[in-house]
Each structure stands twice: as C-alpha cells, then as structure tokens.
C-alpha cells in the first residue's frame, strides 16, 4: 500500500493549510501521550510537560524535518519560482511584451504549418488498414511513375483482377473527376463527377452513409463508346457535401431522380462525411472496364492480402504482368509494349509532390523558430546582465545556482506559455488564411484543423522554446562572480556573455539568410513568370462556361445551332464588341484539345517533332481572345461543313512545317484518320496553352463548323470568350440571362474574367513565394533587432570606456567605425555561413523556380548586400549615440 501513501502524501502536498493543520495535530497527538505516560510515572502535570517538551525537541525543527520528508519545500519552492516570475514579468511590462509577441508570431506560424503537415502528411486515411492500399500503376521499364501518366487499359486491369494472388479486392477508377451538369428541377449546376468499378469503394474498406455500392450491371457510361451509340447512366451515389447542399440532408433522398447530363439517374447512395476519393469528387458513376478498350485510362487501386509486404506483391504483379504480355498476340497494340509495374502507397500517390513542398514549408517555418529563440535568449541575456547583483546577492545568502537555474527557467517557461495562447490564437486565424490561398493540388484540405495533436505540438514546441531559449540565460547568470557582482561596477558584462549574445546574433543572421535567399529565388522566378509573353490579351475579357449534355444535343448539327444562336444572342448585349468560342482555352483546365502531329502535304511520312495542340474555335475567337493575325485571314460563317476545310495555324507550327516560306495556301493533313487535307488560311501568334511556366507551343486552330461528326466530342464543352469595351465584370447578369433564354436546364459555370483566368494559374508560385517572404521578412526583422539590441547594449555597457577614449582626444569618427566595425564583423561572419548554407540547400527549391537557377549569384549577392545595408545601419545609429556621450558624465558613469 505504498503506493496510496505516496499519493495521499502528494495530494496533501496540494493543500499547504490541510497539511500543516494534520502535522499539529499530529505532533500535539506525541507530546501529549508523552505528558501521559510522564504523569503516570508519578511526575506532575508541569513536570510531565517539561520533560515531554524536552524529549521531543524543536516543534518548528519537526515541522520542517516533515515537510522535507513530504516533498513540501519543493512544491512551495515551485509556486514562490511562479509568483516570483509574474512579479518580474510586471516589472519589465514592454520586455516582457515584446517577448511574448515573437513568441506568438513565432509559435503561430509553425503551429499553422504543422496543422497542414498533420493532415496531409501524418493523420491516417480514412479507410479501413490504409496502410495495405496501394494504387497499381504501368510505365515503362525505368520510368518515374511521378512524371508520366501511368494508367492501363480496362482489359490489363481485368486480366490483372482474375489472375492476382496478392490482392484481397482490386479496383479501378478514371483518371481525375470530370465536370458534368447536374440537375435536379431545382436549377442545374456544374460539379465534379468520378467514375468507378463497382469494387472500387469496397477495395478502400468504405461503406455508403446512406444507401449501397454501385452493382456489377451498373456499367454506365463509357467514354470509350461512340456519340449516341452508348449505355446512359442510371445511377449515382453523392458526396456528403452535395446531400447537404442541394437536398439539405434529406434522409429520403434514396430513389429520387437527378438528370446528369441529361441522363435520367436514381441516387443509390450517399458516402460519408471527409469522403473525397479521388480528389474533389462531388458524386461518382459507374464504369465498366471493357476487354475491348486500347485506351490508358484507368487507374487501379487494390489491398494488399494479410502476410504479404508490398514488395513481395510489387514482385509478383511484375510477374503476372510478363505473362500476361507473352500470352498476347503481336497484334494487340499497347498491351503487347513491354512496361513494369509500380506498386505505391495511397498516400504516397495522393499526396505526390506536395510532400516536398509542405517539408520545404515547415522547414522554413524551424528556421523562424530557431532564430525567435535565438532573439528571445539573447535579450534575456542582456536582462541577465542587469540582474547580476540580484544573482549575487541571491548566491551570497544561500541559494544554489540549481535553484537559481530554476527560476530563471521557471520565467523563460512562463513568457513561453504566454506566447504559446497567443500564438495559437494567431494559428486559428492563419490557418484560416492559409486554406484560402492554399494550392488545389494539395489533398485532403477538409481535415486541415487545430486538432488535439497540433494542440499537442504547440504544447511541446512552447515548452522547448521556453527551456532553449532560458537555458543559456539562466546558465549564464548562475555562474556569477560573486566578488566581481557585489562590487559597484558589477552590473558589467562578462565576455562569456558578451561572447554568447555575438554567436547568436551571428546564427541569426546565417539562418536569415538562408531564408531571404529561397524567398529571393522565388520572388525572381515570380516576376519571371508574371512578364512572359502570353501570346494573347486577357483584359476586358469574360469567360463563360458551357457544357451540351449528349442525352440533349445528340448530333452536331444540334450543337452548331446552339452555339450560333447562343453567339448571336451575347453579341447583342451592349458594350460586347466580339464573341469568341473556343474548344480549349488557354491557361485552363477542362475542355477538349489534341496534341499530336500533323503531316505537311506531299510527304509519305509524318516529320519528326512536327506536332500541334488542335483546338476547335468559332471566326470572332481570335478577335475576342486578342490574338495577332500574322498572316492571311480569319474564319468566316462560310468556312463551314459544306466548303472545303480550312486552318489556321500558329507562327512556330508555320516556321516547323515551310521555313522561310509563305504558308497561306499549304496544306496538310491535320491527323484524325480521315485523310482529307486542309488549307492553311492564316497565321497567327504562338500563345501558352497549356501553362506560364511553358513556352508558347505550335497550335492548329479548326473553324467549329466544319467539325466532323465523329468528333462531336470536341463541341460537348465549348468556353464563350466575350470582348468588351469597358468593366467585363459588370455584363454577368446579362450574359447569364441570354443563355438561360436559350436552355434553362445548362448551367453556366466558371464565369470570370480572363485576367482571373490568369491569375489562377500562377496561384501556385505566388502563394510559395508570398508565404515564404513573409517567413523570410520576419526572420530578417529579428535578425536585424538582434543585431541592434547586441551593439546598443554594447554601447550602454561602454559608456565608460567611450568616455576614457573621448576624453584622451579620440575622434567622434573612430569611435563609430570602432562600434560600426564591430556589427559588421559579426554580420560578415553570418552572411559567410548563411551564403554556404543557402548554396548548399537551395536545390530543393528547383522544381518551384521558372527560368532561374537555384545558385542564381545575382540573388545572392543582392540579399546579402541588403543585409549588409541594414546591419550597417542597426549598428551606426547606436554608434550615432555613443559619440553624444559627454566625456565628464561618461567618467563617473557606474
């Protein structure tokens, strides 16, 4: 029963007056059976007290001796250490302040980061063993699964799913969500639609909230299937957010009907809250995957069988795999190309290269960290110094310096508490920030929260702080001289200390350093790609959406009629000047274009490298869009299906195809099978199709309306580019009404400006680049207060000397190059080791850059000559101020 003795000890060590009230009691309880046994010996009762006193001894000895045994002194000694702190903390209300804020700052920040971090990276897919999913991916002998599209035909998936003994479910899904409309006689809508095998849900170990799996006669669509000629889809399971949204929860909502693309569907299911597999997926359809399919698109997820490691299973799908390839005929196509598979984590895949981007995040968010601690613990070193006499004095009337030690580390831990509930008020409101500018490539952004574990973390990481940066302080001040303290010039600084403060001004500006260089790096890649030549015009121009369900525009001719009209009917709005289409717009996802090559009239082979991106556009695009007309002409209402076919290509595709030779005139053969050539009719500028970080490519423009019907498929998803003369924005509602006019079940959708469009696809960079400029801004503000604070204490604890030198006939001048001298010394010394550092870790930055080396000495020189520049100035105005000293007051100084 030791063990209960001991905590009813601890609990009473809680309850000082409880505990000293027993211990009385206690004690009288011994004197007086004492007394007792005195008078029954025959002494009396004045006696009998006497001698019970004597024998029992000091009642205030006893009482220590007890509170010793029972821990009391040291739980007394820790409150006395904590209202000693609070008490110093009033005392310097502005240090105190100040500390705190960079500790909130400081705290805030990581605790943000390791909130994403934790999502993404460390908490637990929402599956059942996730640990055992892997997603099953073809490439080519070699290749890096990360940079290419490494997906199978529906044939190898269904060979790989009868023949495996390594997975205990295989599924599989197309590659990405795909856009369709939905509607439910409430309004249409745009949203994101992924399209599954039917074990696909199984494979993850997750059942619907509401509802059922899709059945293996549920095939659905398949894309694979000519226009008109396919199964339409029948049924739908919904995300939770879209049950929330669009039928407010309904638990009901099982059977009702949803027209998706003009498909009649019932809702079989709903998933569960946090459900988004693959990423931002609003509801899922059937697919089957076909024996007869040649085309790469599905991808494949399966669960590892219990007792077999994902190596084995990688070794033995490799294996199958090679069978499978020499059981095929030489005839079969791609499935008989020789190719290795590639088993990767869930994870691994899901979060892909973003991993490296959220370390590179939290490793700068540490270096802030570090140099906050460094700041923190080089002013308490300069508190310290002040405090010396009060050490001394401490030590010379018996405290030891683990007691000493101990207070100052009980301060540095409560300025870090103070610091940690700030600074997780400012993670609650950054986190907020940091999900609104957060790239869309980063997964699972829905469970990014203050959870018990960041809470944790920021728990842990404060009390670290608070233990770094008061360790050294309070080592310091415990090593007092005891001598050299009493006297009167005691409150000098040691140089240990002094010493100390200068190493961490030093790692403070190297750690800076390297911070403002990444930040530097970004920032000039930033503006790089903010100054590239688009190729068109993206002011005062709208974007609107539109998307032509098969089940309603099942011919071509129907979805010409529809654009015309529809072109006709915006053109009519005031302030439009010209109303674009296109198939493909540049810089955005979605639509429909083909990169591939085009064959130049009279040669037997299709020329090396002489490919094109195909886009189908109406006359007016160019126009709309802003883009240069070189040469030739534009399409006009009379290149249509009846006349003879037509193109315009861009000014690389003409340089590649006839160099130095007029193309209008040429012709060639744009590559779909049909063997029909076109006339080149125009030439028009290059512009960046796909995105700002690549170079403007060949391109072959089609007038829509000679379109054949067996690429309907390119007419299904069509962009409007409408021109105005003034505030684009201000059309909306106009725009909206014409086209509901004309079909009020299509939604409109992604209806913004075109320098939005823009905008958009550098969010990416500028979110890095603002988010690791901020960090770097505020590490090279506590670098530099740093740097200041060291050479003014410096100053303040000189004026002696400075007073000596004046005095003996020094010049103002050399007494500022003296102190000036001394912050460029130690600046110097950190920009060596922050410029090594930088070249050394600057790499993991390349995949972020455009068009700017990771060593790029331009930056670097440039922000070490800032640094330069600013220590420079932290350490004149302080020297500045030192020769104001007069040299009598300086000579009775302390």
């Known amino acids: 029963m030791n063990w209960l003795r001991e905590l009813t000890y601890t609990l009473r060590k809680l309850n000082r007056a409880s505990a000293d009230h027993e211990l009385d009691e206690e004690i009288k309880a011994h004197i007086d059976l004492e007394i007792e046994q005195n008078i029954k010996g025959g002494m009396s009762p004045a006696e009998a007290r006497y001698k019970a006193m004597q024998k029992f001894g000091s009642v205030a000895l006893a009482k220590e001796k007890s509170r010793v045994q029972w821990g009391f002194n040291s739980i007394e000694g820790v409150v006395q250490d904590v209202r000693y702190a609070f008490r110093i903390l009033k005392k310097w209300p502005g240090f105190s302040f100040a500390i705190v804020l960079i500790l909130a700052l400081g705290i805030g920040a990581t605790t943000a980061i390791f909130s994403a971090v934790n999502a993404v990276l460390l908490q637990p897919l929402p599956y059942l063993q996730p640990e055992k999913l892997v997603i099953v991916l073809q490439t080519a002998p070699g290749a890096d699964w990360q940079k290419v599209i490494a997906t199978v035909t529906g044939k190898k998936f269904n060979e790989w799913r009868d023949n495996n003994q390594v997975f205990e479910n295989i599924g599989a899904f197309l590659r990405g969500s795909n856009p369709v409309s939905i509607s439910d006689g409430s309004g249409a809508a745009r949203v994101r639609a992924a399209r599954v095998t039917p074990y696909a849900f199984a494979t993850l170990g997750v059942q619907p909230l509401l509802g059922r799996n899709f059945l293996p006669e549920e095939k659905g669509k398949s894309f694979f299937d000519e226009p008109g000629k396919g199964l339409p889809d029948t049924v739908v399971i919904l995300s939770n957010h879209i049950w929330k949204s669009r039928f407010a929860s309904d638990p009901a909502v099982l059977g009702k009907r949803l027209r998706i693309d003009g498909d009649d569907c019932a809702i079989v299911g709903v998933m569960p809250a946090g459900f988004d597999f693959p990423s931002n997926t609003d509801i899922w359809l059937p697919i089957e995957a076909k024996n007869d399919s040649h085309l790469n698109w599905f991808c494949v997820i399966g669960r590892i069988k219990d007792g077999i490691t994902q190596g084995q299973a990688n070794a033995e799908m490799n294996t199958l795999n090679a069978q499978l390839i020499d059981r095929m005929p030489a005839n079969i196509g791609p499935e008989k190309t020789k190719s290795q598979v590639v088993l990767v984590g869930l994870r691994q895949y899901m979060v892909g290269d973003v991993r490296l981007s959220l370390l590179i995040l939290l490793g700068a968010v540490a270096l802030v960290m570090a140099i906050v601690c460094a700041n923190i613990a080089n002013l308490l070193l300069a508190r310290s110094a002040t405090r010396q006499k009060e050490m001394a004095i401490r030590l010379a009337l018996g405290a030891s310096r683990k007691r000493l030690i101990r207070q100052l580390l009980t301060e540095s831990c409560l300025l870090a508490a103070f610091g940690a509930v700030f600074g997780l008020l400012f993670a609650f409101f950054g986190l907020d920030i940091l999900l609104a500018y957060m790239p869309e490539a980063v997964p699972r952004l829905h469970p990014i929260e203050i959870d018990r574990w960041v809470l944790a973390f920021a728990v842990t990481v404060s009390l670290l702080t608070g233990i770094l940066f008061g360790l050294a302080p309070a080592w310091q001040a415990s090593r007092s001289d005891l001598n050299a303290s009493l006297k009167e010039g005691g ?79 915006l053109s009519t709005i005031p302030s439009i000047t010209s109303v674009g289409l296109t198939s493909a717009l540049p810089l955005a996802s979605g639509g429909a274009r083909i990169r591939g090559n085009v064959t130049v009239e009279g040669e037997t082979n299709e020329r090396a490298g002489l490919w094109a991106s195909k886009v189908a556009v109406n006359p007016d695009y160019f126009r709309a869009i802003g883009i240069p007309l070189l040469e030739g002409r534009e399409f006009t209402e009379l290149d249509n299906f009846q006349s003879k076919s037509v193109v315009i290509i861009s000014q690389s595709l003409a340089h590649a195809a006839w160099p130095n030779e007029n193309p209008v005139g040429k012709r060639l053969d744009v590559g779909f099978g049909d063997n029909s050539l076109s006339e080149v009719i125009g030439v028009v500028d290059d512009v960046r199709q796909d995105d700002m970080s690549r170079e403007r490519g060949p391109a072959l423009y089609q007038s829509y309306l000679q379109l054949p019907s067996n690429r309907q498929w390119m007419l299904s998803e069509m962009r409007f580019i409408i021109r105005t003369s003034g505030d684009s924005i201000t059309i909306i509602p106009a725009v909206r009404d014409q086209l509901q006019s004309l ?51 410096s100053v303040t604890h000189r004026t002696h000397e400075i007073g000596v030198r004046l005095a003996l006939g020094a010049k103002h001048s050399d007494v500022v190059r003296m102190i000036v001298k001394h912050g460029l010394k130690l600046t110097v010394v950190g920009i060596a080791i922050g410029l090594a550092g930088a070249y050394e870790f600057s790499s993991v930055l390349n995949s972020f850059l455009y068009k700017v080396k990771t060593t790029d000495m331009a930056t670097f020189a440039a922000v070490a000559g800032v640094f330069m520049v600013v220590a420079f100035l932290s350490s004149y105005i302080p020297a500045r101020r030192a020769t104001k000293v007069d040299p009598m007051v300086a000579l009775r100084y302390e």
């Open 491 to 569: 409150s000098r600084s040691t140089g240990g200390r002094q010493r100390l403060r200068s190493l961490l001004v030093i790692s403070e500006v190297s750690l800076a350093l390297m911070l403002t260089i990444g930040a530097g790096l970004l920032v000039k890649s930033f503006v790089m790609l903010r100054s590239v030549d688009l190729g068109f015009n993206p002011s005062n121009a709208l974007v609107v959406g539109s998307s032509l369900p098969e089940a309603s525009y099942r011919t071509v001719d129907q979805m010409r009629s529809y654009y015309q009209q529809a072109c006709q009917k």
């Open 743 to 793: 079909d009020k079940d299509l939604p409109i959708y992604d209806v913004e400006p075109m320098e939005r469009v823009v905008a958009q696809n550098i969010s990416d960079p500028r979110f890095y680049t603002y988010l690791l400029g901020g960090f770097s801004a505020l590490a090279l503000i506590l670098a530099i207060a740093g740097l200041y604070g060291l050479i003014s204490y």
